[in-house]
């Protein structure tokens, strides 16, 4: 028997630590890719966690789509993984400039196990600095969950 839903919102800033693209000669400035996003959330409840994405897109001039499994570590070693797919949005300049993802909770360990629920995340994507892949992100969202009773 599950208790009721609760609702936790969050903010993240996340970088790129790994990263692969590949043209796609079908038309202008289509491309796809895999890459890592790593980096902190801060719950509204002041809970931290280390988050690492691992994300495939498809866009083209910036804008496309993406597929995500993300898993967020807390502090006493308690994880959960989602699944996400969202949009992509560029500037006119074709320089992604933010997303928006949704998806499900496929996984939690120890204070998580058994855990249910979704998660709605919406990223605004920083310039690149000198030596970056891609620019770092500021992301905030929203997950919805239950817990089985012990």
Not at 73 to 83: I, P, Q, R, V, Y
Not at 116 to 144: D, H, Q, R, Y
């Amino acid at each position: 028997m599950a208790i009721r839903s609760r609702c936790l919102n969050f903010k993240q800033f996340n970088r790129v630590t790994k990263q692969e693209i590949v043209p796609i000669p079908d038309v202008e400035g289509h491309v796809i890719g895999v890459s890592v996003r790593e980096g902190v959330q801060i719950s509204e409840n002041g809970e931290l966690a280390w988050i690492k994405a691992s994300l495939i897109l498809d866009v083209i001039k910036g804008a496309g789509t993406l597929d995500a499994y993300t898993t967020h570590t807390f502090l006493g070693g308690s994880t959960f993984t989602t699944h996400t797919k969202g949009t992509v949005k560029a500037t006119p300049a074709g320089a992604p400039s933010a997303a928006k993802w949704t998806g499900d909770i496929i996984r939690g360990t120890g204070l998580f196990q058994g855990i249910k629920g979704t998660i709605t995340t919406s990223m605004k994507l920083l310039t690149p600095e000198n030596g970056e892949m891609a620019g770092k992100a500021l992301s905030e969202g929203i997950l919805v969950y239950t817990l089985p009773s012990k």
